[in-house]
């Protein structure tokens, strides 16, 4: 993640309300965010700026249908 998964698990761990993982969230660094102990997520440019939207938008569903 941009902020670095060290500096979200401790924001995690710190927060007492919920902690959305936001800005520059790709499938790449989804991994690193889930292993921070992220689970709410924001992703937004990753589709939206991706030269076929619904291409992008189906990846990001077979991603996360993979943790269901």
């Known amino acids: 993640t941009p902020l670095g998964e060290a500096r979200l698990r401790r924001a995690l761990c710190a ?16 991994a690193a965010a889930l292993r921070a102990g992220a689970t709410r997520f924001a992703v937004c440019r990753d589709i939206c700026c991706a030269s ?9 569903k077979d991603v996360l249908c993979t943790l269901i």
């Open 15 to 30: 927060a007492q309300q919920p902690v959305y993982a936001i800005g520059g969230m790709t499938r790449a660094r989804f």
């Open 52 to 60: 076929d939207v619904f291409v992008a938008a189906k990846k990001w």
